[in-house]
């Protein structure tokens, strides 16, 4: 027989993994059909089918994600065995494995194994496709005594090199993609690190921290599937393009139980877009500030320093401070919020008017007891409660509030400010006083605090009552279809004897079990709710967070199972960290364990060297990741004058596009103009460094660097970012700041 070539032989596995994942499908499908068109007899039956839909659609669409490179790995241990690997788990007709998933324990030596500790394996096979046909194979020999026969040496520490390098070489395409064929070991061990407890991730640029973020999702998603499944993963990221450029890769790992935000969607029914000054923002953030929201809020329990009167149907009340005050100690002693509270004030306070009111009124002019009986108190009652005044003065000493309303009257206040806020500058509440209602991202931690504080103001007890309310439709509607097929399911005589589901169930009942069975993503029901926590969140570019960020973002995670990953010395927010411990000690203390990345997988080695220079700029200890690969093309620089910089600009854009994507990343004061300059074209983007946070491109233009650099105090950090965004070119356009003058890693264009 005719020995197959190592791309045949594993065309012969290929070919019986896509038949299995075909007839898989199929009957996924079969199954998903036959449960459709099944005839329920009552109500839980249709509801527990509605579960098993739910799991099919989720099945299927997991096979689906699976159809690209589906198998792309193969171990063969030291006793003849041979696993192969990709992306789902497969099995034969007897229950036999016959692929496994990446994220399976027995997948692990693929992403770890070396030469020195092989882990049981001889060799590892990596499998490249295309659609449904083997392309290529890569063979490292793992066994050290069997190296001589031609396969591919292991010494670089790298896993599969060749693959790697391919992966790293190839075009970007505008969105991130999946790295799941070429994790190294470094990153295995972080994305399979246990689900519990705060874990940091410290990498330099291009480490691959978002990526093993991602991955982790999807390993945590598989391996606890039962425990965060209900409550999901919660992904944070700096800004709306970048979760454009990220929101691909966990749905082609066929996971979507997951929902990316930013800090400013965290708060439901709030748009938090309005841009305002970085130092402004910087005051918001301040951990200071759940001081001054607390302030506020007591605040607003109000106690006059002189006696009011009130008039009530031409009678006199008077209310004494100290009266005031005695009610707010005994309304606050509840350690209620704010809101659940003031019914309880509200309450002891119309007493006190009533009595007060009854005893002018019911006086006995002969000196007797009071005239008045219950009858007439509860007249007076009725009076008092209904009084405008009343109404007015209760707003006054403890109106209900909402978030919003709270922060709106706050910001346009002095006065309040100057009480709420004592510990500020008259500068830094200078910054706070505004008028408006519309809100920047930097308000939405504040909003959430703020919230907390205050309790439910009636909005999601109604949202809650609606939801119900809609609830109970739903299910009276099935209750109905089920009641009026009754009669075609059974025989007259069956159905004398079936209960039917009327008979069992009431629409309410049936309610409750549709609740906990919404119909809504899992994103979509998260998002819609405040007090939704998730069973792990992930926090991209986590060293832009302020105080009052991490406070809000830790509130959706009382367990503390979150992974946050970051570069203190990419920092570009003047709120963020510069430390993990500073940042992360008044809201974790110092429970969270630290991972470290070194190697760089974006940036050549040409380009880091450059970087580095800066980096050293920002912190002498600080060590620049090491890059993986060289490209052979070292950066330029050319300084045009400013009037023809943008011309110019405009013009290398437009031929480096022949390089693949280009990002052109400038000061913000020459963004419009470069951005008019460069015009709206395809594989051209034009951004802040603010912008560019976590995002790369093949090619990439640092427009006006002197610019950048000093148009922040975090300026050195943010040209840092910028020089690091590229996979392959790097142009640097415009008068230098000091840092880079003179530096011989790049060629001077004239
Ligand atoms: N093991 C890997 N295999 C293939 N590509 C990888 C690997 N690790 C990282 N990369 C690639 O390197 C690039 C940088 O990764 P990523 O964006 O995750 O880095 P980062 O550490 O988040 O960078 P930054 O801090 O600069 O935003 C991406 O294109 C990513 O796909």
Redesign the pocket.
């Known amino acids: 027989m005719e020995l197959l070539n190592p791309v045949e032989a594993e065309q012969v596995y290929l070919t019986a993994f896509y038949a299995t994942l075909d007839r898989e499908r199929e009957r996924t499908e079969g199954r998903r059909q036959d449960e459709q068109i099944a005839g329920t007899r009552n109500a839980q039956a249709l509801h527990q089918r509605d579960g098993r839909v739910r799991d099919l659609n989720a099945r299927l669409s997991r096979l689906n994600a699976a159809e690209e490179g589906l198998a792309f790995g193969r171990l063969d241990d030291e006793d003849g065995g041979v696993l192969h690997i990709g992306r789902i788990g497969l099995h034969d007709e007897d229950y036999e494995p016959l692929l496994v998933d990446w994220r399976a324990p027995a997948a692990r030596p693929f992403y770890i194994a070396t030469a020195v500790v092989n882990e049981g394996i001889v060799r590892r096979r990596h499998i490249q496709t295309r659609l449904r046909q083997v392309v290529d194979v890569q063979d490292e020999q793992l066994d050290l005594d069997r190296t001589a026969d031609g396969a591919s040496q292991p010494g670089t520490g790298v896993v599969g090199e060749a693959v790697?390098l391919s992966?790293?070489e190839a075009r970007?395409t505008g969105t991130?993609?999946s790295?799941v064929r070429?994790?190294?070991a470094d990153?295995d061990r972080i994305i399979r690190s246990e689900l519990a407890g705060v874990l940091v991730v410290q990498?330099?640029?291009?480490?691959?921290?978002?990526?093993?973020a991602l991955h982790r999702a999807a390993f945590l998603l598989y391996t606890h599937r039962s425990q965060l499944e209900k409550r999901g993963i919660l992904v944070v990221g700096p800004n709306s393009t970048f979760l454009k450029f990220i929101g691909q890769v966990l749905p082609s790992l066929g996971e979507d139980g997951v929902r990316l935000v930013t800090v400013a969607e965290l708060y439901p029914g709030v748009t938090a877009t309005r841009p305002e000054p970085a130092e402004v923002a910087e005051v918001k953030g301040r951990a200071v500030m759940a001081e001054v929201i607390e302030t506020a809020v007591a605040d607003r329990q109000w106690v006059p320093t002189k006696p009011l009167e009130l008039t009530v149907d031409r009678t006199v009340l008077r209310v004494e401070p100290a009266v005031v005050e005695e009610l707010r100690t005994a309304a606050r002693a509840r350690q209620l919020t704010h809101n659940q509270a003031q019914p309880f004030f509200r309450t002891t306070f119309i007493e006190h008017l009533v009595s007060q009111y009854a005893d002018i009124i019911g006086e006995d002019p002969l000196g007797g007891e009071n005239l008045l009986d219950d009858y007439d108190l509860e007249e007076l009652r009725n009076e008092v409660v209904a009084d405008p005044g009343v109404q007015a003065l209760l707003q006054q000493l403890w109106p209900v509030l909402s978030p919003q309303q709270l922060l709106i009257d706050l910001y346009a206040d002095e006065a309040r400010l100057k009480s709420a806020a004592p510990q500020l500058s008259d500068l830094d509440r200078e910054h706070l006083l505004r008028y408006g209602d519309d809100w920047s991202p930097a308000d939405v931690p504040l909003l959430d605090e703020a919230a907390e504080l205050l309790g439910d103001d009636g909005r999601d007890l109604a949202r809650e009552r609606a939801e119900r309310a809609r609830a109970i439709a739903y299910a009276q509607g099935s209750l109905d279809v089920l009641s009026g097929s009754g009669s075609t399911d059974f025989d007259e005589d069956d159905e004398a004897e079936v209960l039917s589901a009327k008979d069992i169930l009431d629409a309410e009942m049936l309610a409750e079990r549709y609740e906990a069975d919404d119909d809504r993503t899992l994103a979509e029901r998260a998002s819609v709710d405040r007090r939704w926590t998730y069973g792990h969140v992930i926090v991209d570019?986590a060293q832009e967070l302020s105080p009052m960020a991490w406070r809000a973002i830790a509130r959706r995670c009382p367990l503390r199972s979150m992974t946050l990953?970051g570069?203190v010395a990419?920092t570009g927010a003047a709120g963020g960290g510069t430390s993990w411990r500073q940042a992360l000690a008044p809201t974790f203390g110092d429970r969270w364990r630290l991972a470290e990345?070194t190697m760089n997988?974006?940036t050549p080695a040409e380009v880091m060297e450059l970087a580095a220079d800066v980096l050293r700029e920002v912190d002498p200890t600080a060590v620049a990741p090491q890059s993986v690969r060289a490209t052979g093309v070292r950066p330029w620089h050319l300084d045009v004058p400013a009037a023809e910089q943008a011309a110019y600009v405009s013009k290398v854009a437009h031929e480096e596009t022949q390089h693949g994507q280009v990002g052109v990343i400038t000061s913000r004061h020459r963004l419009e103009l470069v951005q008019e300059a460069v015009g709206d074209i395809t594989g051209i983007t034009v951004l802040t460094v603010a912008g560019a946070?976590?995002l790369?491109f093949d090619s990439v233009l640092v427009v006006d660097p002197d610019g950048i650099m000093i148009e922040s105090p975090r300026g050195l950090r943010d040209l840092y970012v910028a020089l690091?965004r590229c996979?392959q070119r790097l142009g640097v356009i415009g008068p230098l700041p000091d840092v880079l003058q003179g530096s011989d890693a790049w060629d001077v264009r004239t």
């Open positions: 790697l992966a790293l970007r991130m993609e790295i070429t994790i190294q990153q990498g330099g640029p291009g480490t691959g921290k978002t990526a093993i570019e990953v570069d990419q990345l997988y974006r946070k976590g790369e690091t996979t």
